[in-house]
């Protein structure tokens, strides 16, 4: 499959690129970003490693072709030099190996604008399919054809979580922080398309099974 007519077509950030994300499996995950609005900054760690290659850029701090593995605890924003200038884009795939152990994690993190301190942190279990520890109704329903991608989930749960008041007001000095920009990452929309994409084909199986099919 072209990356490139994947991440043309794709709605969030770190949408993986082909329907495999099982134990072991190597999960390729796109994310574009562009100039003319803002994006927020927020911290991802992982216990597993990622892998950055940029698929094309202009005035970002990536450049087509480099490839850089990340830190196991890292900042994310959009990488652009300038957010302001709508000409300003970047395009990478973030590749991460499924453990086959009990025990994957990941964490989104928020600081105060105002102290800097870290105000919110949503930890998550991530297990895959097929590890120890992969719980099949956490992210979806057991019955789930397309299961919801672990990061996806998390992520739009931070979200909801940090644009809350009580997210966004900082406990150590008491500043409210700004939202985080919704729209240029968007996982709260992937996670409800595949939602509904799943009630659908049961209802469609359902349909299918009183026609006798």
Known sequence: MNVYERISKQVAQLVPIFPYDDAGAVVPCAAIMW????????????????????????????????????????????????ETNPDAYVMVTVTQRQSTEAGQREAMVAKCQGCKKEMLRHEYAAGPHGAPDFDPERFGRADDVFRQFSTQVGS??????????????????????????????????????????????????????????
């Open 35 to 82: 100039g003319g609005r803002e994006h927020g900054h927020y911290f991802h760690w992982n216990t597993v490693s990622e892998v950055v290659v940029c698929w094309g850029s202009n005035e970002a701090m990536l450049t087509t072709g480099q490839i850089m593995a990340t830190q196991k605890y890292h900042g994310v924003n959009s990488f652009l030099k300038d």
């Open 156 to 213: 739009s749960e931070f979200a909801d979580m940090r644009n809350s008041d009580e997210g966004r007001t900082c406990s150590e000095c008491g500043y409210v922080n700004a939202p985080l920009p919704i729209d240029p990452w968007n996982w709260g929309r992937q996670v409800q398309q595949t939602r509904l994409v799943n009630s659908g084909f049961h209802a469609m199986r359902v349909l299918a099974e009183k026609a006798g099919a």
